[in-house]
């Protein structure tokens, strides 16, 4: 089965850590590039960061640039987002993309002030 689950969210104090996992099943996350987005309430739905699969190059929303930072274990088949500093503007559903229409279910990631 095809399959992209995310991990790692919860409850964290501004200024606190998270670190996200998007795990692939069913197909290698390296063949596609891989974007994680997300959705606060009531808002549309933003792009957060992504990294390429040709040659690792890096994007991160101004937002978020100095505080996330996006990697990938290849081995795992996973793809991680490392979230630092947070505050409570990060709350929000963060999902995983892989290509251009293949979408994770998501983890909620709320962030207290």
């Known amino acids: 089965e095809v399959q992209l689950v995310e991990s790692g969210g919860g409850l964290v104090q501004a200024g606190g850590s998270v670190r996200l996992s998007c795990a692939a099943s069913?197909?290698?996350?390296?063949?596609?590039?891989i974007g994680w987005f997300r959705q606060a309430p009531g808002k549309e739905r933003e792009g957060v960061s992504g990294?390429?699969?040709?040659?690792?190059?890096?994007y991160y929303a101004d937002s978020v640039k100095g505080r996330f930072t996006i990697s990938k274990d290849n081995a795992k088949n996973t793809v991680y987002l490392q979230m630092n500093s947070l505050k409570p503007e990060d709350t929000g559903v963060y999902y995983c993309?892989?290509?251009?229409?293949?979408w994770g279910q998501g983890t909620q990631v709320t962030v207290s002030s």
């Open positions: 069913g197909f290698t996350l390296d063949d596609y590039v």
């Open positions: 993309k892989a290509g251009l229409s293949f």
């Open positions: 990294i390429s699969n040709k040659d690792g190059s890096t």
